[in-house]
């Protein structure tokens, strides 16, 4: 594939602080439209069966494949079941941009990671407070080969295994059906010679 033009998002001519300002908005604008909801009281235990989160935050390469790209921002969009109240099972897709900084030429072009994983998660609650801590395996795949230059790319090589960890702290909401969250994790790409990167989101987590 022919690298991208500067500030694609693959989405028209979107910039990415446009992306940022836009995905920022909505996801602040869902929030604001459940307030209603979250102040009514719910006397039932939190909710456990099928979930819903959207995850947003951002994330980087690390290791010395970090200079090859600047940090970017990261969306998850998760659904699940808990199968137990301490253990659930779950599916993701993830988008991820980020501006490369390899050697010139090129300069100033954009790449995207696109991702669909199995995510396992444990957890421990504490009241209205949960810590827990996840799994994932899955594919991801670039959407530019821009990487060759620096050989974290084969030529013509653009989709990896993806395999990673992590864990998060949850609050459960006065409705019981929502929670609010902080995350953070990592991940390793084997077929991207072994690409490192590491990732922080704040959530909204909705329980039906």
Request: hydrophobic share 40%; aromatic share 12%.
């Amino acid at each position: 594939m022919f690298f991208l033009q500067k500030s694609s998002l693959g989405v028209g001519s979107l910039s990415i602080p446009s992306f940022c300002t836009l995905s920022a908005g909505i996801f602040s604008a869902g929030i604001v439209l459940s307030l209603p909801s979250l102040s009514i009281a719910d006397t039932r235990p939190s909710e456990t069966g099928i979930y819903a989160q959207v995850s947003m935050g951002g994330s980087g390469f690390l290791g010395d494949n970090k200079s090859y790209t600047n940090p970017g921002p990261r969306m998850n969009l998760h659904v699940g079941t808990d199968l137990f109240s301490w253990f659930s099972l779950g599916g993701r897709i993830t988008i991820t941009s980020h501006e490369a900084t390899v050697p010139a030429p090129p300069v100033g072009e954009y790449l995207q990671f696109y991702q669909a994983a199995g995510e396992a998660r444990l957890g421990l609650s504490l009241g209205p407070v949960a810590f827990y801590a996840e799994g994932i395996v899955g594919v991801s795949t670039m959407s530019t080969n821009i990487l060759e230059k620096v050989a974290i790319l084969d030529p013509g090589q653009r989709t990896s295994l993806v395999f990673g960890g992590g864990g998060g702290i949850e609050y459960q909401l006065q409705n019981r059906h929502y929670a609010l969250g902080v995350m953070g994790g990592w991940a390793v790409y084997p077929s991207f010679s072994s690409l490192q990167t590491a990732e922080a989101l704040s959530y909204l987590r909705y329980t039906y």
